[in-house]
Every structure is written in C-alpha cells, then in structure tokens.
C-alpha cells in the first residue's frame, strides 16, 4: 500500500516563483490536511479538506492555496515563494470523522533563497 | 487558544534506561490525546489516549492520560537505540477541529 505520497520531495525556489506540492492517498479517506514543520514550532495546519470540492483554513493559510478537485488528491499551491515559508511540509488524511489519526506522507522539504 | 507543551524538549540516555516523556495540554472540547513516533520522515501513530487512567502498551511503549490534569505520560522501557526519535503529542477535539500538536521531544538513545 502507498498510503500517502508527496511530490516533490525536495524542491528549491527563487522568491517570487510559484510551484505546486501534490498528495495523493489511496485509501479513500474524506479527510485531507496540508501541515508545515518548522523548528521549535512543531506542526502547523495550514489548509484542510473535508471531501472532494471542500477546503477551509487552518492556522497558518495565509500565501498558501489547495485545491482537492478529486478525492484521492490535495494539492497545495504557493503563487510567489518567500523565504519564510522556507519549510518541511506533510501532508497527511483520516478516514475517520471520530478521531483525528493522522496518516502522513514522507514530507516534502522546500526552500526559498 | 488551543496548546500542548511537551517535555522535556530534548534527551539523551543510554540503551537500556526507561525514560518519560511528559505532556500537558489545553485543548477546547477535548476528545483525545494523541502520541506520534517520528523518526526521519513522516510520524507514525502510536497511541490515542480518550480516558483517565487506562494505560495504553505497545510492546516496551505504554502511555496513560490524566483529565483531571489535563497531562499525558509516554513511557519507553529498556530502551534501544532505534527508539531515538522524535515524539509528539496532540490534542484532538475530534470531528474536523484542528489537532493541535506539540513541538515534540527529541529522544537520543546511545548503545
């Protein structure tokens, strides 16, 4: 079983430019979220998707946007990179509406010079 | 606003010791307490805690919750060095709220 993949795995960005991040999960589950990981500031929800064609914030959206055109997919969008979204970012989905157990994908290291 | 503070944020010990690793959480409309492994990629589940006092084991892991002090214990005995890693914990309201997760102990076992 895949579970959760991103692509791409490491990326390197001028400021300014802009780049797409993909998930894709195969086990069908309703719930997908976009997290960041920064040192000391542990995991931070910046979008999440409830179900295909849904997307709402999470704590930290701001120069961020997604999409979750179809269910097994959730892609997060940086229109103009900084360097403070400089980052590791997960991706992660739950198939259940009970209890938030996280499955997350291998992470996707991003750097704005 | 929501927080989960774990400690301590760093530890080093030696293969074999038995280790604690502490929680403490605020957490609105509170449903569970989660513990994750990560190790150099993505975190792995361990552990979702919902009641006071039943303690949850894995093996050589076992965690348990307290309510009444809004905390949580990850215990790991006779450790080995592929327990090194770093743990988090999060606080869960359950449905679609946002989990709000810990900035993580970093565990460091030496043979």
């Known amino acids: 079983n895949a579970g959760v993949t991103q692509t791409p795995k490491f990326r390197v960005l001028k400021t300014g430019q802009s780049m797409t991040l993909l998930c894709a999960q195969d086990m069908n589950h309703e719930y997908m979220y976009w997290y960041r990981q920064d040192p000391g500031m542990g995991l931070r929800l910046i979008h999440y998707?409830?179900?295909?064609?849904?997307?709402a914030k999470g704590e930290v959206p701001d120069g961020y946007n997604v999409s979750r055109l179809k269910k097994q997919n959730f892609l997060l969008g940086l229109e103009s990179a900084a360097p403070s979204q400089t980052s590791v970012y997960f991706c992660a989905s739950n198939g259940e509406s009970g209890a938030n157990v996280l499955t997350f994908g291998a992470g996707s290291r991003l750097t704005v010079l | 606003e929501d927080k989960v503070v774990q400690s301590p944020l760093s530890l080093v010990v030696h293969e074999g010791d038995t280790v604690t690793l502490n929680c403490s959480y605020e957490?609105?409309?509170?449903?569970?307490l989660l513990w994750y492994k990560q190790e150099k990629k993505a975190p792995t589940f361990l552990f979702m805690l919902?009641?006071?006092?039943i303690e949850k084991k894995s093996g050589r892991l076992s965690s348990i919750l307290d309510k009444k002090e809004l905390f949580s214990i990850l215990n790991i005995t006779a450790t080995q060095t592929g327990d090194s890693a770093v743990y988090l914990c999060?606080?869960?309201?359950?449905?679609?709220?946002?989990?709000?997760f810990g900035t993580g102990t970093k565990l460091q076992v030496i043979p």
């Open positions: 919902t009641s006071s006092g």
């Open positions: 957490v609105t409309n509170f449903r569970s």
């Open positions: 999060a606080g869960d309201p359950g449905g679609y709220q946002k989990v709000t």
């Open positions: 998707s409830v179900g295909e064609g849904t997307t």
